[in-house]
């Protein structure tokens, strides 16, 4: 290679992340590059833990010396050589934050570019941007006022008034909560005898000396309470006071609720505190803003006869249609700006949302498209934009216009990486890498490097299916009953009324946004007997890993506990015999505010997560820290029936991680590294442990390889011919054409969407080929 070609590589040597082996690749700058290969073989290990992790290093390192030496420095990656990179700019599948006070609209700017649009324009006027921003309150001042200038001169102000958004009743949220009051206590017990029934308030601990220093009688019942006691219990104001010579705060048990738990996502709360909160706690929407979030004063500025509550709450795609109508020639390089940014919602395929959506609520495939828009109109160039599988959750109608959006990336002269699995999406690639041959510690090696078209000629495992085609069923299984849906209307349903057939394998079908979630959210999850899998992020701690979650821990930790003759907690990362240093979480964690979080190894267990002692005590020849670091596929065998600790119970439950598809991920693994798929595999393994009529799951082949979409398939027979009803969301055509019985909605997305335009067998569908989803299905199966 001649030296000035290196300008326009970036070049790895000797990667040794995870399970990568000595890997050296070059990538060409400025073009786009597609890895592929089985799930687990090294692609993210590559592209996210190697290139995007140095890049976000190298920048850390140069803020740090700004800054002189305040941040830490992150670990540099296990690699000989990078040479060539440029700043990375990463767009995972992470959801974007739970705060429920995030929308689309806040998390793109299109809400800031409103607010001043109706600031400038708006008739009446009130104020500035954030008399219509519904996270600032509007403020009373009054008092006296200096004026700084000339000889300056004092004057009384009656009232100053600042001029916020926020509604007043519920305080921005959109809606309002009331306490079932039996929830959260028992008056006929005192504070002693254990009478409030909130989380984490044992009187064993400090609340017991609060309550009892700020005056209560902890023997009395609350039923005998007086009122003046009973208010200042359930709403006292928070109130500093002194109990065995420590300062302590005394609030009110509802005041602090609403402070504590109410101001957070729901689901982003610990399971038990979950269960409480929808146990205790009743949400309706503010009458008085009718859950917009607004005051009535920022509803009553309309802008070409629209207030920005109306305009929020619109698709997206129609207030594209309806921004021309603002003409005023003062507002229109803001106009352009805006029109720029609403158009690239509808061109990434989510112009069926609208700007008061709240964030937390999107899927990850929405999220990862949200966070491009960002990207779309940058005038950055020679960029790294790193995508990990930008097609989820995309109908195979749309992923022609997310290949657009990666080009024109590209074309603007960055360069781009994509992790991805699905031909259509590798086909445009410049080039491609395949890693394999297989999963886990049998992968970890570049398998190919060259062109789509030589991909597909080659003998590797990807190359061999890129071609693979799923035959329609020679016959398909009869139902043995129906769930009944009747006037289904959540979201943009129009009035569904639809027998989902159970006994069989349905498979709910339809581009993204035509109301497939809504059906489930809204009438099917929730009844007895049916188990809904999605791809939520898994709550926990960081020190959570599959071992943890699946229960899988506990019957190990036994097992070493009895062949040491020791205690089970000093197995276990959360307890006794975690490192004090890190306790337990193997890193140290150093929140830097508003920029993100680094994360270090602990240098007192090197990221093992425990004690030296304890990794002294072996079963099997193995101390827990390699046993948690073992891939599933080798703990099946050392836990099994002719191991070298035989282990029945974890036995068990690793047989069913290995069925669905997870035999390359180590039962340590954190789940914050887990992806979208990955979880909701993980999920599912740990639901086939339960007692489930109806299982639901929400796009399974989600970061499966291509070749592994036939293990899924076998997986989904095998729940069907046990007994169970499956119904499966889904965009592949592999999945749709295994199926039993297909319902496709549409046909569109938004209020294009809503309707079920197809019930029938999958020969049907093809044969009529009367929606997009049976005209791409049709293609898929004709080759």
Not at 104 to 130: K, W, Y
Not at 404 to 415: A, C, F, I, Q, W
């Amino acid at each position: 290679m001649h030296a000035a070609d290196r300008h326009d590589l970036i070049r790895v040597q000797g990667a040794r992340v995870n399970n990568l082996k000595d890997v050296s690749v070059d990538i060409p700058k400025r073009r786009l590059t597609a890895f592929t290969g089985v799930s687990g073989s090294g692609k993210s290990s590559l592209v996210f833990d190697t290139v995007a992790a140095e890049s976000q290093r190298m920048i850390n390192e140069t803020y740090s010396a700004f800054v002189q030496g305040f941040m830490p420095s992150l670990a540099r990656p296990e690699v000989d050589h990078l040479e060539g990179l440029t700043t990375a700019i990463i767009v995972d599948q992470e959801r974007m934050g739970a705060n429920p006070r995030s929308t689309v609209g806040t998390a793109t700017d299109a809400n800031a570019m409103l607010r001043i649009l109706f600031s400038r324009i708006g008739e009446p006027h009130i104020g500035s941007p954030q008399a219509f921003s519904f996270n600032v309150p509007t403020r009373i001042a009054s008092g006296m006022m200096k004026t700084q200038a000339g000889a300056g001169k004092t004057q009384v102000v009656k009232q100053q008034v600042y001029q916020g958004g926020m509604c007043p009743r519920c305080e921005g949220m959109g809606s309002l909560n009331d306490f079932d009051l039996t929830a959260i206590y028992d008056e006929s017990l005192s504070l002693a005898e254990g009478a409030l029934l909130v989380p984490g308030y044992s009187m064993d601990g400090w609340y017991g000396r609060i309550f009892s220093g700020a005056g209560f009688d902890m023997d009395k019942p609350l039923g005998k309470y007086t009122q003046k006691e009973m208010r200042k219990l359930l709403h006292g104001e928070p109130e500093k006071i002194r109990v065995d010579g420590v300062n302590l705060t005394f609030e009110g048990v509802l005041t602090k609720v609403q402070k504590s738990m109410l101001s957070k996502d729901v689901e982003a709360m610990q399971p038990h505190v979950r269960r409480f909160v929808e146990r205790a706690v009743t949400f309706t929407t503010c009458p008085e803003c009718a859950g917009t979030r607004l005051s009535a004063e920022a509803r009553s500025v309309t802008v070409a006869g629209a207030n920005i509550a109306e305009l929020c709450a619109m698709q997206i795609s129609d207030l594209a249609a309806w921004l021309p109508r603002v003409t005023e020639p003062g507002v229109a390089p803001l106009v352009a700006g805006l029109q720029h940014l609403l158009d690239a919602f509808t061109e990434i395929g989510l112009g069926y949302l609208s700007l008061d959506r709240p964030a937390g609520t999107l899927s990850g495939g929405e999220a990862q498209r949200t966070k491009m828009i960002r990207h779309l109109g940058s005038a950055l160039t020679d960029v790294t934009y790193v995508f990990d599988e930008p097609t989820i959750g995309l109908h195979p109608h749309d992923i022609e216009r997310m290949n657009e959006l990666l080009l024109r990336l590209r074309d603007k002269g960055n360069t781009v990486l994509v992790v991805e699995h699905k031909p259509e999406a590798i086909r445009i690639a410049d080039h491609v890498v395949d890693l394999g041959p297989g999963a886990g510690s049998a992968g970890g090696e570049i398998v190919f490097e060259g062109s789509y078209d030589d991909l597909r000629a080659s003998d590797t495992v990807t190359g061999r299916h890129l071609d693979d085609r799923a035959r329609l069923k020679d016959a398909v299984r009869a139902p043995t009953g129906a769930l009944e849906v009747r006037g289904a209307s959540t979201h943009n349903l129009r009035d569904v009324d639809v027998d989902v057939p159970t006994g069989v394998l349905c498979v709910l079908t339809g581009v993204a946004g035509s109301g497939k979630s809504s059906l489930v959210q809204g009438s099917i999850a929730g009844r007895d007997g049916v188990v809904v899998v999605d791809q939520g992020a898994i709550k926990g701690s960081r020190r959570s890993n599959p071992a943890t979650y699946t229960g899988l821990l506990e019957p190990i930790r036994k097992a070493f506990a009895k062949a040491n003759g020791v205690k089970p907690a000093l197995f276990s990362a959360n307890s006794e015999g975690a490192c004090p240093a890190c306790n337990g979480a193997g890193v140290i964690v150093t929140e830097l505010g508003i920029m993100a979080t680094v994360e270090s190894t602990c240098e007192e267990c090197e990221g093992k997560g425990f004690q030296a002692a304890v990794l002294e005590h072996l079963l099997g020849g193995r101390n827990i820290s390699e046993v948690l670091a073992m891939p599933v596929a080798e703990a099946v065998g050392f836990f099994g029936p002719d191991g070298p600790a035989t282990v029945p119970a974890a036995h068990k439950v690793l047989v069913r991680l290995a069925d669905v598809g997870l035999s390359y991920v180590s039962l340590g693994q954190p789940l914050t590294t887990l992806s979208g798929g990955e979880r909701q595999r993980l999920k599912l393994a740990a639901q086939m442990a339960e007692k489930g009529d109806v299982y639901v799951l929400d796009e399974p082949t989600t970061g499966l390889h291509l070749a592994d979409v036939e293990q899924l398939l076998g997986l989904l027979d095998r729940l069907v011919d046990s007994g169970r009803s499956v119904v499966v969301l889904e965009h592949h055509q592999a999945v749709m054409a295994h199926a039993d019985w297909i319902i496709d909605l549409g046909p569109g997305a938004g209020h294009d969407g809503g309707r079920v335009v197809f019930e029938g067998t999958p020969a049907e569908l093809v044969a009529e080929a009367s929606t997009l989803t049976g005209q791409h299905l049709a293609a898929y199966v004709a080759g």
